[in-house]
């Protein structure tokens, strides 16, 4: 079993939906969680990140994390053709700048 | 905000021959760089932590002799696939940790990736 587990779709959605992606982990010792942005061929870009349990927003961005279920999640409201992209959820036990492990990803298509 | 650049972007080689890959951090001193390897359609996997002025740190499984990396500056670490063979074929990403803010902006960067083709 992996330590995170993420589903890597492809997940298609019409302009404007409302997108949930969604981890989920089995180490409980895991802290800090950040989702990342991929775009292909490109490095990962930080969009959130979240200390514990709670909602974090940002824009049309919102950050979930749930330990007492080892769930997380990142909605993204009013999505659009840019958010076009792979996603992966990221945890660690130390910070944001330990050692990381990572989901294997959502590829996410916004159609126009 | 903070920037890591890679070079080459790609890079095809023979197999047996070596290849190195420089990761730079461009507006920040980086005391500690990762290093990841990342196949098609999956996820990144760590490879070897990097601190500068000291031996990488290693994850289960990952040659360390294969993979040599030298982090002799706080702007600067490589890796250099010996020997590579075509199963070494990757796309490799490094990041790189800023922790000149303290607790609340340490976070890591990552560069933009280098792909690796060994025919």
């Known amino acids: 079993q992996k330590e995170v587990e993420q589903d890597p779709g492809p997940l298609s959605v019409p302009e404007g939906a409302i997108v949930s992606l969604n981890c989920t982990y089995s180490?409980?010792?895991?802290?800090?969680f950040m989702w990342y942005r991929q775009y292909s061929r490109k490095g990962p870009e930080l969009l959130m990140y979240t200390y514990s349990s709670g909602n974090k927003e940002d824009g049309r961005f919102t950050a979930q994390v749930d330990k007492s279920s080892k769930y997380i999640s990142l909605f993204i409201r009013d999505s659009q053709p840019s958010d076009s992209a792979t996603y992966l959820c990221a945890m660690s036990a130390q910070g944001s700048a330990r050692q990381l492990t990572f989901g294997s990803g959502t590829q996410l298509t916004v159609l126009p | 905000g903070a920037v890591v650049s890679q070079h080459p972007s790609w890079v095809i080689c023979k197999s047996g021959t070596s290849v190195k890959i420089e990761c730079r951090s461009l507006?920040?001193?980086?005391?500690?760089m990762f290093w990841y390897r990342q196949f098609p359609k999956q996820s990144l996997m760590l490879m070897a932590t990097s601190n500068e002025g000291s031996k990488a740190t290693y994850e289960q499984g990952v040659e360390k002799d294969k993979f040599l990396i030298n982090h002799a500056s706080l702007t600067l670490s490589t890796l250099t696939v010996t020997s590579a063979h075509p199963e070494d074929s990757s796309f490799y990403i490094c990041?790189?940790?800023?922790?000149?803010?303290?607790?609340?902006?340490?976070?890591?960067?990552f560069g933009p990736g280098t792909r690796l083709t060994v025919l």
């Open positions: 180490n409980s010792a895991f802290q800090y």
């Open positions: 507006d920040f001193q980086a005391t500690t």
């Open positions: 990041s790189a940790r800023d922790s000149s803010g303290g607790l609340i902006t340490d976070t890591q960067y």
